[in-house]
């Protein structure tokens, strides 16, 4: 069993940065591979970014390429998100995910532990 617990998120003005977090409890966290989604209302989850278990591999979507930065720190049982040059579309409640595998998974079926989510939104 893991248990996922994400922080960091607010409100913020269109250019602004956050850093969110996921503390992870459970001995399977440093033999996964992780990920961020997020889902606004209305709207389907949707991929965000993903990690290898070593952290030597990962993956983003399009739409925040070259402003989000995912990292962790296995000796912490740490999950991050690093998020700068915030758009108002990124407005969305964000959610960490552990994946059945080690390796980077982009789709929410890959993933069998979620925590509650962290809401982010971004004022124009």
């Known amino acids: 069993q893991v248990q996922l617990v994400e922080s960091g998120g607010g409100l913020v003005q269109a250019g602004g940065s956050l850093r969110l977090s996921c503390a992870a409890s459970?001995?399977?966290?440093?033999?996964?591979?992780m990920g961020w989604f997020r889902q606004a209302p209305g709207k389907e989850r949707e991929f965000v970014a993903a990690i290898s278990f070593t952290g030597g591999s990962t993956s983003y979507a399009d739409s925040v390429k070259g402003r989000f930065t995912i990292s962790r720190d296995n000796a912490k049982n740490m999950v991050f998100l690093q998020m700068n040059s915030l758009k108002p579309e990124d407005t969305a409640r964000y959610y960490c995910?552990?994946?059945?595998?080690?390796?980077?998974?982009?789709?929410?079926?890959?993933?069998?532990?979620w925590g509650q989510g962290t809401q982010v939104t971004v004022s124009s």
């Open positions: 995910a552990t994946a059945n595998h080690w390796g980077v998974r982009t789709a929410p079926g890959n993933y069998n532990y």
């Open positions: 459970g001995r399977t966290f440093s033999n996964s591979g």
